[in-house]
């Protein structure tokens, strides 16, 4: 675990990352030219958190602003203190898609703050015309207009997209999608960009700070502090990593603020965090460490029981449904195992994470 990587730096490498990065970057007036005439709605992954539904809410103001009108959606629920204290402050209409009675397939979907085929979006009706996501990209899916960029938040985004093009943005809009930058951030402390920066600085001149403030302090509820309870009764620790089990359901930025809390102990440096979801388990994961990518780590441990992915510091994923009752009986074991194999398989996470071993100096 403490053995030293170095970047492979290959000019086909280079030439590849910068098409990439062609390919996907933010061109406002070609997601308005695409969404003219068509009935369009903005999904948000399942469970919104606030990045979310700041950046969705934000970007149906900007289309608005330009006369398209749409509809945020998401299928499953909000279940998060936080989420639905902002949406109520910030007065959002998100609507579950079991509620909506007329998407029909030729309708437009925009993705936010996820893509197409990831474990927490819903297949819905609709044609997925366009996705802006800010996480790294695990299964290609092609869109009339993609807008996939590496940064802390998707707030981060479509807050640009009102700076480029001159889109006047108003305090509720600007307070919307800089709570969800913090959230999504820990307050600028995690997987930031200089885009986040630049966004934060342009948001902070024009969002209502104080509102920001209490919402941003009061997350959580007593009845939380039930499964950080299991979670720490069930601590799992080895070489670094720790393992934790809630052997009950609860929401998915409960187990992901769990697994900040866990990477927060001083020897910890990778954490998997899981909770029971009907007959799976959802789980999130964090590291540390440059030679473990949270994204990578998670998708390939739970290859043929599950998926998952995200950034190289903080990543989510579900195990899928098992009607098997030996499965659940070694859960704990089963997880640990398939988590340690590739955490221990050094080479194999460098090779996949760009990363080349060198000799050790310490």
């Known amino acids: 675990m403490n053995e030293k990587y170095l970047l492979i730096n290959s000019k086909a490498a280079s030439k590849q ?15 308005l030219e695409l969404l003219k005439g068509h009935k369009t709605y903005i999904q ?39 989420t639905m204290r902002m949406a109520e402050e910030f007065n959002i209409k998100a609507t579950q898609f079991d509620k909506i ?52 938040s998707c707030s981060t985004l479509i807050a640009e997209y009102y700076v480029q093009s001159g889109t006047p943005m108003d ?39 104080e509102k920001i403030m209490q919402l941003y302090i009061n997350t959580m509820q007593i009845s939380d502090l039930k499964a950080y309870g299991a979670a720490i009764e069930n601590v799992d620790f080895e070489n670094g990593t720790c393992f934790a089990y809630i052997p009950f359901e609860c929401n998915d930025a409960l187990v992901a603020m769990i697994s900040d809390f866990i990477l927060s102990l001083s020897e910890v440096k990778v954490c998997i965090v899981y909770a029971v979801r009907g ?8 590291s540390l460490l440059k030679n473990v990518h949270a994204g990578k ?3 390939d441990a739970l290859e043929g029981i599950g998926s998952g992915g995200g950034h190289a510091a903080m ?38 994470c760009g990363y080349q071993r060198a000799e050790s100096t310490s």
């Open 297 to 299: 780590l998670i998708s």
């Open 171 to 209: 305090e509720n809009v600007a307070s919307a999608l800089m709570y969800g930058l913090r959230m999504d951030t820990a307050s600028l402390t995690r997987g930031v960009t200089q885009l986040d920066i630049d966004m934060f600085g342009y948001l902070y001149e024009r969002a209502d700070n």
């Open 101 to 152: 009675k007329d998407m029909k397939e030729e309708d437009y979907i925009i993705l936010v703050d996820g893509q197409k085929y990831n474990s927490n979006f819903t297949d819905l009706p609709g044609d997925e015309v366009a996705c802006i996501d800010h996480h790294p990209t695990f299964i290609e899916c092609e869109y009339h207009y993609t807008d996939i960029r590496i940064a802390g």
């Open 44 to 82: 948000a992954h399942n469970f919104p958190d606030p990045d979310a539904l700041g950046s969705a809410y934000g970007l149906q103001c900007f289309l608005k602003k330009h006369g398209i009108e749409t509809e945020i959606c998401y299928d499953g629920r909000i279940n998060t203190l936080s």
């Open 315 to 352: 990543a989510g994923g579900v195990i899928y449904p098992n009607e098997k009752k030996t499965w659940h009986y070694n859960i704990e074991e089963i997880v640990k195992q398939r988590f340690m194999n590739i955490i221990k398989q050094g080479d194999l996470m460098a090779a996949r």
């Open 17 to 31: 990352s910068e098409e990439s990065r062609e390919m996907k970057k933010m061109d406002w007036q070609k997601l």
């Open 279 to 286: 007959n799976g388990y959802k789980m999130s994961v964090r």
